[in-house]
């Protein structure tokens, strides 16, 4: 069993910011890629930006500029700082991690909501 915490979420005005973080434990057989995803009303879950186990680092073209993901692989935890946050940001933000053996899997989600 996996467990995936997030937090971070809340309300902000645009351009504002906040700091997303994902802690998993349990029965992990390494970590390969982290991952935040989010979905707003109506909408398709998309990827925001993921992070490779060697570092390495992908960005939706929304994303580029003002998110930075990163990951401290001792505590097996995924960061997702967002800057000059929109209101077209508001979403649940869940964050994704998959395994040795490149399984998946979900955390609840958290929610961001960016007034104007």
């Known amino acids: 069993q996996v467990q995936l915490v997030e937090s971070g979420g809340g309300l902000v005005q645009a351009g504002g910011s906040l700091r997303l973080s994902c802690a998993a434990s349990?029965?992990?057989?390494?970590?390969?890629?982290m991952g935040w995803y989010r979905q707003a009303p109506g909408k398709q879950r998309e990827v925001v930006a993921t992070?490779?186990?060697?570092?390495?680092?992908n960005y939706a073209d929304s994303a580029k500029g003002r998110f930075t993901i990163s990951r401290d692989s001792a505590k097996n935890t995924v960061y997702l700082q967002l800057n000059s946050l929109k209101p077209e940001d508001t979403a649940v933000y869940y964050c994704?991690?998959?395994?040795?053996?490149?399984?998946?899997?979900w955390g609840q989600g958290t929610q961001v909501t960016v007034s104007s």
């Open positions: 349990g029965n992990i057989l390494g970590i390969n890629t």
């Open positions: 994704n991690v998959r395994d040795g053996f490149w399984l998946p899997y």
């Open positions: 992070i490779a186990s060697g570092g390495s680092t």
